[in-house]
């Protein structure tokens, strides 16, 4: 079936692994990846399929209608999946508004854009559209010592960057109340894998790592994340957007927890070992700092629904995921280095003003 698929924030590190499994598995599908290339977009995530005929990169922002209108006019998408964002909890502490704008603002520019172009116009007998949000496990708030997140745990957002997802997903559930667009929202729990943006735990750690530079652990280092690999994220979000009830929601995890302090240790382990230096040599990095304000205890998801009603499963098991990623940013220290010196900033035009 011919289709074209609007993804946003395809140029982040999720979006990316998104892009890339869509690009490769439909050939019959357009795949448009819309993405104002902050801080956080780098093309370089994508050299593999940007030539891919069924790929196209248009550079436009969630909080210009005018830009989005425009894409949407041009591609006529049948289909959404909606990843851009603010995603960093640190940066939303000192700057709560720049997450209002493109997170909450951003998502309901999206939700006109999409209602315009479905519920406006006559569209193609038997399209099955859809706005797909992904959003994450934050919203639903901090879990004490047990317990898990399910679909009908009420939200309870602690940071600001939890609060404007939070927001987006009502909005999105309004327009679906509403207006009836069709949408589905997804919660997953904390990604880890290659392209990770080094500011959020595992990235810059691995950095520090390999640079022999202080690990920060905030706090006491006992703060749960509950941890899945990218491409198995992406590999659900292909599966609900494909088979995911209209108006519903799930939440996507592996059972998989790990406490910071463990998980630091894990990891300086094993690049240890792939360096060949000493046993223990790294952990000797871990320093203890101040705590982020209104840390949010542990996360854990129930992913039971996803997997029960449309057959999804994570394919790795975390010291599998690790020990590639940890490969990956071993074997691709160039994209790190371009990462951390800015330039990857200029590949786009590098690459595409020229056209
Ligand atoms: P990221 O920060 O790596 O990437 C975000 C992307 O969005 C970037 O390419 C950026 O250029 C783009 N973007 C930002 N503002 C934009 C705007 N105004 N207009 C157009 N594009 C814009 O994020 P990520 O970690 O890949 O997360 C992607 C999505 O998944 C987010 O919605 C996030 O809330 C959600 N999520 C992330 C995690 C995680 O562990 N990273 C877990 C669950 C859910
Ligand atoms: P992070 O990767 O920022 O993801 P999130 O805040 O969305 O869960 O952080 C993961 C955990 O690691 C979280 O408990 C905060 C902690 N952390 C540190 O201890 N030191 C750091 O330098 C960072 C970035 C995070």
């Known amino acids: 079936m011919q289709?074209?698929?609007?993804?946003?924030?395809?140029?982040?590190?999720?979006?990316?692994?998104?892009?890339?499994?869509?690009?490769?598995?439909?050939?019959?599908?357009?795949i448009v990846n819309l993405d104002a290339l902050t801080y956080a977009g780098n093309l370089e995530n994508l050299a593999d399929v940007?030539?891919?005929p069924n790929y196209i990169f248009e550079k436009a922002n969630i909080l210009n209608v005018g830009e989005i209108d425009k894409v949407f006019n041009d591609y006529h998408p049948d289909g959404i999946i909606h990843l851009a964002a603010e995603s960093h909890v640190d940066r939303s502490i000192l700057s709560p508004l720049d997450f209002v704008y493109t997170n909450v603002i951003g998502t309901v520019n999206l939700l006109n854009a999409a209602?315009?172009?479905?519920?406006?116009?006559?569209?193609?007998?038997?399209?099955?559209?859809?706005?797909?949000?992904?959003?994450?496990?934050?919203?639903y708030?901090?879990?004490?010592?047990?317990?898990?997140?399910a679909e009908e745990t009420p939200y309870s957002p602690n940071s600001p960057y939890s609060a404007s997802k939070a927001s987006s997903d009502h909005f999105v559930r309004a327009y679906g109340e509403t207006y009836h667009l069709p949408v589905i929202t997804t919660h997953c729990s904390n990604n880890y894998g290659p392209n990770?943006?080094?500011?959020?735990?595992?990235?810059?750690?691995?950095?520090?790592?390999i640079h022999k530079k202080p690990l920060p652990v905030y706090g006491d280092g006992l703060y749960t994340r509950d941890w899945l690999y990218v491409k198995d994220h992406a590999t659900a979000i292909d599966?609900?957007?494909?088979?995911?009830?209209?108006?519903?929601?799930?939440?996507i995890g592996g059972f998989n927890e790990w406490k910071n302090i463990d998980l630091v240790k894990l990891l300086?382990?094993?690049?240890?070992?792939?360096?060949?230096?000493?046993?223990?040599?790294?952990?000797?990095?871990?320093?203890?700092?101040?705590?982020?304000?209104g840390h949010d205890r542990r996360y854990a998801i129930d992913a039971t629904k996803i997997s029960k009603e449309l057959g999804w499963r994570p394919s790795v098991t975390f010291e599998e995921g690790l020990s590639e990623t940890i490969d990956w940013y071993l074997q691709n220290q160039e994209w790190l280095k371009h990462v951390t010196s800015g330039e990857y900033q200029k590949y786009y035009d590098l690459q595409y003003s020229k056209q």
Do not use: M
């Not at 300086?268 to 320093?287: N, P, V």
């Open 115 to 139: 209602k315009k172009i479905w519920l406006t116009n006559n569209q193609e007998a038997g399209s099955r559209n859809l706005f797909y949000h992904v959003s994450t496990d934050e919203v």
């Open 196 to 209: 990770h943006f080094p500011e959020k735990l595992i990235p810059l750690f691995i950095n520090n790592v």
């Open 50 to 52: 940007e030539n891919a």
């Open 3 to 30: 289709r074209t698929i609007i993804i946003t924030g395809g140029a982040g590190f999720i979006g990316s692994h998104v892009v890339r499994l869509f690009v490769k598995k439909y050939p019959g599908y357009r």
């Open 141 to 149: 708030g901090a879990l004490g010592q047990t317990g898990f997140f």
């Open 239 to 251: 599966t609900v957007f494909h088979k995911g009830k209209i108006f519903d929601t799930y939440n």
């Open 268 to 293: 300086c382990r094993l690049i240890d070992e792939k360096l060949g230096r000493q046993a223990g040599e790294s952990e000797k990095l871990i320093t203890y700092v101040k705590d982020r304000p």
